[in-house]
């Protein structure tokens, strides 16, 4: 695991946009793996300025999203399709056609999670997938459990999740208790990952990823057997590393 530390949210916005913009300038059909969260917010904003300028070109990139909560309709401001057209693919030329999540609202959600895999193996896995981390060790929504989970599938979402994102929601009640969540098989076999981490409350998810043992209690731990991951932190998240 390759950890950069920067001084703070706006320096690790900035440079993992710059890895994401390299990654397309480099290959322009990339496949990217892309998170939602309060974290990427700053990167999503600095890759639509690095795109107003003409210094990078999303006309062939494809995406996948990690995941989406389980019957909240597209439309709904809380939706991660919501999330990302406004945040992202409003504001660049990415095609339509080559933006991908998971259905919330699939009347059968075996089949969409089947369907998810099956259009990622198509479009031959991902070259760089970006990750947020929850303060409990999540990546995408693959929660803490007994057992890690390699594919596609519905989760529940855990208490710490569900506190965590109900600043988004109205009231708690209102966060969905389950999401459809990419697996891990998928996001190790992305060539590339890199995962950013901002303040204090993920600092202690930070070491154990980076310095725990590799555990269904950490997901973001499995990280530390793929190859080629980086850690962009701003101080306050690797306090504790
Ligand atoms: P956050 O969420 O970026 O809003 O902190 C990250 C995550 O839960 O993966």
Partial sequence: MRILIEKDYAAISRKAALMV?????????SVLGLPTGGTPLGMYQELIRMYDR???????VV???????????PEHEQSYYYFMRHNLFNHINVKPENIHLPKGTCADVEKECADYEESLRKAGGIDLQVLGIG????????????RLSVQ??????????????????AAPEDVPRYAISMGLGAIL????????????????????????YVSAQTPSSILQTHADVTIILDQEAASLI
């Fill in 135 to 146: 303060v409990n060790g999540h990546i995408g929504f693959i929660e803490p459990d007994q």
């Fill in 54 to 60: 003409g210094e990078v070109d999303f006309s062939e």
């Fill in 63 to 73: 995406t996948f999203n990690l995941d989406e909560y389980y019957q909240l309709p």
């Fill in 21 to 29: 913009a390299g990654q397309i300038l480099l290959k322009p059909n």
């Fill in 152 to 169: 596609t599938k519905l989760v529940s979402l855990t208490k710490e999740t569900i506190a965590a994102n109900s600043r988004f929601f």
């Fill in 189 to 212: 076999n992305a060539k590339r990952i890199i995962l950013l981490a901002s303040g204090k409350s993920k600092a202690s998810a930070i070491k154990e990823t980076v310095n725990g």
